[in-house]
């Protein structure tokens, strides 16, 4: 049996591990069992965010060091996906996630299971098109292999971080002959985000295939899964993949439970999902429950029609900050203040991944 | 008997108009009985934020011709009293306050009291000062007259709109040969929104008047009202003042309830102020409920200290991003969800307004 | 003869009009003699600038009053063309444009003459598109007709200001059955733009009819005008033009030029101007000099490609400051310190307008 | 004989310092060599910028790795001064700079000079007090001593990287029960350049030392070095000094010269320092000429009373846009313009160091 931990660590700034060095040092994490770290660090989670590559760098320096390995190989096997962006009262925090062997005998129901895989380098030109669809799913595919979760309705949560295209990297493109889907690198990142939505629907099954299309990203909001996470960033070159499900191969008192959020008001998902692991908010989850909570993953995005049960927003008009994040702010206001804990991974650009103007939230609790 | 109406409309801009033009062409609204409006405007709520002004001069002219009046005039009796920012899910609108005569009886605890006032001019030079303080107070007082409130403790909620220091303004002051406590114009916001509420409390007794010293303004934050709301703003030269109460001398279905908020995570004080006006949310009012309410109100702020609940925010050290435009993001998203509903008039610098670190809420709402 | 006269004024915020107010009362400018008024205001120059909107009223307001006329009507008559954004040393300014008869006798070489024209309005669906080209074009035809400009040759500066597709222009286009070019306002800025610089191509000869296509729009730079300069902006709903030449049909001091900018680096354009009006800078105008100078209009952009003379600059990937308010900044810090002078009107999406990442400049100055 | 030599070398982003280990994989610098690197990352500048971590982290590993020694050891040894913010036409790019020995006989005036030291830690409640000063002041002479410069007016620039007050450098001071001077971030960082610019006036005599007070810091601007560049960030826990200057115990074909700039206008400045070091600019420096330039060094300010020469700038009243951020794209336009190259280290927060309202800049080229 397998047996999954997650610790969730504070840090000071984006190069700081020092939590994670501690608890290595001390002997409670053993460097060789991290399969993947993903967190929130606080730049501002766009194209000119390098907080991102600052974190993996640090953390890549670390790991090399405990394990005597090179940091640049460690960085191909280990998956370090961040969503930069830490407004209002969310903290810069990460979740190392551990994977070891145990002597526990299986639950009902299995426990938290997690696999990871790395797609190929993904050149600009191929971002946001049907190539960059296929390679995600392929991926995600290979991580649910990985992770022993034998049936993809097991899978609760699937995190991508996708590639975009920088001025840089547009004009790399064009001098080998090749052309980008846009080289406005805010685009390339909406359509490298619904790209690998659409990936991850075709591994789990979430959209009938025939309806996967590139054609079809950024248009029909109507194809979605509610189980995909998917960021993107100038700071990675191919497509990083974190799978987490439920599976009787692994063992521990760890659970994890995801919901559909209908809007970006959609408290009932929250105390929907706190309810599926036996956690109360009346209306707050109580000190002693939140302390059950290891993880709490959350994807969200402004209205694109730019009202909200009707009434007007203006996230997507405002020049001065941009709407990715405003929504974090505000899905971390709503979150965090039913949780008690800033402590909540909310990244923005929900786009296919749960209902048009809405996202998704899964938590990991111990029993 | 007096009795209040409370309109809460929209505007497409801050220039729009047309949901008060439309209520007074077809007589809901008869403009002789409006005694103030407040609202949300999409600026940014910081020193260069003109969507107030251009609102203000829009209203007046609106109202100016309707009533045959100079616009300039009605502005020195009419508050209006906007907060810039409707970051994330809030939404543009503003609340006609209006007054009219009634024959209905009173109601044991009486209904919804509204009273304003206006301030002499307050030159660069007494803005965070003493002179300030009690400008405010007397101001404070006379708005508690005019709503004919006998018991300071039946006030909810004191708007008060304080000017502050801009570029221009400071250099006006030192060419008379006067020294502004500051010429940075985004700390003399914060200092004029301290003495506001310093004015607020002593009107109402919330700090015993011995300790009220322009010397403890931003020093001694647990002096504070639970029941003080300040703005500061370039668009007005002196105190504008909003008092909310209820009074056994008004009459009609409108109530109001308020709660201090002991930090940005206190989810508890929404769910406790909608309770004190027999709203349940659970999680979310229901649309019925909704329908009943008239106004929410809520003052908040980054905590200095820098951390929530034990956890770092970002909020004080981002060149990006205003904290006072974070924590209304944030605060916008935990109340707006509650309620199911973005029209929210969510306010930061709520220095000395509420706990240090917190705020408040105030709810509106029928019987 | 008519003869043209260009008073440039100060403004403490954008709905002061206090320097026109005393022009008019002092007799020194005849509001009835008033043609179109341009300017910077201290917004962001985005989608959400209000800042435009709330000078233009204030401006109509002014003038109506004086006038005896409808401020509506007068809206459709006066072109109010402002550009947000006053960043660096650029201060916030307006020149007032002014025709009035004289007897003065005509000049070698004519002397400054300024035309203006509305087009019908312009839905979001048409933006960007064919029938904005052609309706934009007509436009300027009839504006350098009112100039009595007889060659194209003679026209130096056209200002077009574009209405742009907002969250909530697109969902009432798609609520007609109309699909908007985008929805995505800050691109919808951009087509307006190319569309205005290619009406205005077409309406001077600067290029070959027959490749002005609306597939060309943002796609082939090496088409464009050196003397348009186009803004786009939430305030307006119809193409206003000003159309600045050289007639011999109007007398007096006044004389225009104006050079392309090849890139953001082009000091030599700024100089070239200034000498094409017997202006020396050596580095810097003189004071007497300057106070030949009625107004400066600059135009520029970020150039797309990533790169300024072989170095790349980080306009684009920026999610904090918008493309557009970085290059404004960087020229007015080139053009103002040429000039002594920060009151130059230096506006961001040079879409088309010169060469391909530069601009244009055209300065108006006494002999 | 020591001769100084100066590589201006591009960055892909703060992490990237592929140009200089090509440089020294293939010999043309020598690492041993290197005593300082300066630069500007394309952060914003701020508390919240640590795009300057992360290039220094960088740079040790690859020093690190080519030196066999500790990065930690000498990231206190090599000074990595970097100013966040390539506003504009700016370019991300460091300046590499080495010494070595050489066999050359000294010339007239000597050649360029470099020193470096670093001063203890500079604990939050000492920044921008006294004791901060006097720690600036011995560590730059300290500097000038290691670059055997005998006289200080022979210095012509002295950078100094200071540490700021962040919240949780404040909550620590508190918690000793030591009081900050601010805990506001933002303005820590102007205390900090201040206390920095009256230690280097202090060391060079530029100002009568029975003026320097720390009573004077951001009050009396009339006390100034027109030689101090300080930037101030949350990366540095001590004092870092980096000299230059001319001495004749160096050789080599690098001068430098500098001048006060008296405004954010001064063009005139730049055609000085360019005169200085006999490079014409007529209006823009030829690419020949522009080659014999190793490195350009800016310091400027938003003129704190709000306006230039006579003209209202709106940088200080500014919500969205740091106004440190706007004058440097102001001045990297001016500068960069004259050039003909965006390559020029512009640095904001000039308290004390230059004019008031304006600051200096330096110039190191071949002869």
């Known amino acids: 049996m397998k047996q999954a931990a997650v610790h969730r660590l504070p840090m000071a700034h984006p190069g700081d591990l020092s939590a994670l060095a501690d608890l290595i040092e001390r002997g409670v994490v053993d460097p060789s069992g991290i399969v993947a770290v993903m967190g929130k660090t606080e730049g501002n989670g766009g194209v000119n965010d390098f907080t991102r590559g600052f974190f993996a760098q640090s953390l890549m320096l670390l790991l090399a060091r405990h394990l005597g390995r090179d940091p640049a190989k460690l960085a191909r096997?280990?998956?370090?996906?961040?969503?930069?962006?830490?407004?209002?009262?969310?903290?810069?925090?990460?979740?190392?996630l551990c994977r070891s062997g145990t002597s526990e005998s299986p639950r009902p129901g299995g426990a938290l299971a997690i696999g990871v895989s790395f797609s190929e380098p993904m050149?600009?030109?191929?971002?946001?098109?049907?190539?960059?669809?296929?390679?995600?799913?392929?991926?995600?595919?290979?991580?649910?292999?990985?992770?022993?979760?034998?049936?993809?309705?097991?899978?609760?949560?699937?995190?991508?971080?996708?590639?975009?295209?920088?001025?840089?990297?547009?004009?790399?493109?064009?001098?080998?002959?090749?052309?980008?889907?846009?080289?406005?690198?805010?685009?390339?990142?909406?359509?490298?985000?619904?790209?690998?939505?659409?990936?991850?629907?075709?591994?789990?099954?979430?959209?009938?295939?025939?309806?996967?299309?590139?054609?079809?990203l950024l248009r029909d909001f109507s194809l979605y899964s509610s189980r995909a996470s998917i960021s993107s960033g100038v700071e990675v070159d191919c497509n990083e993949v974190i799978v987490f499900g439920q599976s009787?191969?692994?063992?521990?008192?760890?659970?994890?439970?995801?919901r559909p959020m209908s809007d970006a008001l959609?408290?009932?998902?929250?105390?929907?999902?706190?309810?599926?692991l036996d956690i109360a908010a009346a209306p707050q989850v109580t000190p002693a429950d939140a302390g059950r909570i290891s993880g709490v993953l959350v994807k969200c995005e402004p209205d694109r029609r730019g009202m909200i049960r009707g009434n007007r927003h203006t996230m997507l008009d405002d020049t001065d900050?941009?709407?990715?994040?405003h929504i974090r702010g505000a899905l971390g206001g709503l979150v965090a203040s039913v949780?008690?804990?800033?402590?909540?991974?909310?990244?923005?650009?929900?786009?296919?991944?749960?209902?048009?103007?809405?996202?998704l939230i899964a938590v990991i609790a111990r029993n």
């Open 321 to 325: 900050i941009d709407a990715q994040r």
């Open 77 to 96: 096997e280990i998956p370090c996906v961040f969503s930069g962006g830490t407004e209002g009262v969310l903290t810069p925090h990460y979740l190392v």
């Open 248 to 258: 009787e191969s692994w063992s521990g008192p760890l659970r994890i439970a995801h």
């Open 123 to 216: 050149p600009a030109e191929h971002i946001g098109r049907r190539v960059h669809i296929e390679s995600v799913a392929a991926a995600v595919r290979a991580a649910i292999r990985q992770a022993s979760i034998d049936d993809p309705q097991q899978v609760h949560f699937v995190q991508v971080k996708c590639p975009c295209v920088t001025a840089a990297r547009a004009q790399a493109a064009l001098a080998r002959g090749k052309t980008p889907l846009t080289t406005d690198s805010r685009r390339s990142m909406a359509y490298a985000r619904a790209a690998g939505a659409f990936g991850v629907a075709l591994a789990l099954g979430d959209v009938d295939p025939k309806l996967i299309d590139d054609a079809a």
């Open 339 to 359: 949780l008690g804990d800033g402590r909540v991974f909310v990244s923005g650009g929900a786009e296919h991944q749960g209902p048009d103007g809405g996202g």
């Open 266 to 276: 959609d408290i009932g998902a929250v105390f929907g999902v706190l309810g599926d």
